[in-house]
């Protein structure tokens, strides 16, 4: 496929309560198999998926951030969280498994805009 | 005129996602913009399960898609993992995995991430209907 778009991929939901936070995560990785210039967007209750020190074992489940640790390979390094969602939360970027840009709400506005994709889970 | 992609999320009934977008692609077609692939993952492979009846409200949901695909020359597509784990085969599958009949309603495709991944880039505009 020789177009390459922008797409957003968005993540609204907590990791590990219900499977959109794997399935969106599959297809960003689809998205940048398929040579497409990726931003991951981590809003509301998805900002808990970015959290470091994960022990999903413990309820049966595989390892989120074990899978977005695999982003590197896939070239995928646009990932942004919206500042107000971490910090309502009691989160800051030292308690996150990855590097991200942290955006208030007229950024992420601003990025979303600029996309030619944008899918919301 | 504009060629739309939609992604769909939710089961028939649980939530509102494959109304809306039922509703939005016949708005969309009576407004004479093209309606390339439906995109359906999640929970949203339930769409294509043709073990559904009906409700008082009227046709089935596979069935109105089918209709709609028929009608307007639609691809329908099941994420085939999402579906597999849900319980949504084709004979193919249901053969491989040895679970007597498929379920996959007549109509729509079982398929990968790959085919959506394509409707993105192909299409002028997408949209998702989730939670």
């Known amino acids: 496929m020789s177009t390459s778009k922008q797409i957003a991929i968005v993540f609204r939901q907590p990791p590990y309560g219900s499977s959109f936070a794997r399935e969106a995560l599959d297809t960003a990785m689809a998205a940048a198999a398929f040579d497409q210039k990726v931003s991951l967007v981590f809003i509301g209750d998805g900002v808990w998926q970015l959290i470091a020190n994960q022990q999903p074992q413990a309820i049966g489940q595989r390892s989120l951030e074990k899978q977005l640790a695999t982003l590197p390979l896939y070239d995928v390094d646009r990932l942004y969280a919206d500042a107000a969602a971490l910090s309502q939360r009691g989160l800051h970027t030292g308690d996150l498994s990855l590097p991200v840009e942290v955006l208030d709400s007229d950024a992420i506005a601003t990025l979303l805009k600029q996309q030619d994709v944008v899918l919301s889970f | ?131």
């Open chain 2, 1 to 131: 005129m504009s060629t739309f992609a939609l992604l769909v999320l939710g089961a028939p009934h649980s939530t509102s996602a494959e109304q809306s977008a039922w509703h939005f692609s016949q708005a969309l077609l009576a407004a004479g913009h093209r309606l390339f692939r439906v995109f359906f993952f999640h929970d949203g492979v339930q769409c294509g399960n043709a073990l559904q009846l009906p409700t008082a409200a009227g046709t089935a949901v596979p069935i109105r898609w089918q209709q709609l695909a028929r009608d307007h020359h639609v691809d329908l597509v099941v994420c085939v993992a999402s579906a597999l784990k849900r319980g949504v085969v084709n004979a193919e599958e249901a053969e491989r995995h040895q679970l007597g009949a498929g379920n996959l309603a007549e109509g729509f495709d079982l398929s990968g991430l790959g085919q959506w991944i394509e409707a993105c880039i192909l299409a002028d505009r997408v949209v998702t209907f989730g939670p």
